[in-house]
């Protein structure tokens, strides 16, 4: 998993958008299991996290 994910699994918001701010970071990256960022933030209940990530353009419709 990338950080983002870990971020974004464990409901860290402040990380979560400090990492999506560095344009090198993947956000639309997959686990082995097919976890994107959403995803995982999603099964681990951090609503507010989905939400955050949701607003952000860069995220792929087929990652949501």
């Not at 999506?20 to 681990?44: C, E, P, Q, Y």
């Amino acid at each position: 998993q990338t950080s983002l994910m870990c971020a974004a699994r464990d409901g860290k918001l402040d990380v979560v958008t400090i990492l999506f701010m560095d344009s090198r970071i993947d956000v639309n990256a997959v686990d082995k299991n097919g976890g994107s960022a959403v995803t995982l933030a999603a099964w681990n209940g951090h609503d507010t996290t989905v939400k955050l990530l949701l607003q952000y353009e860069k995220i792929n419709n087929e990652t949501r």
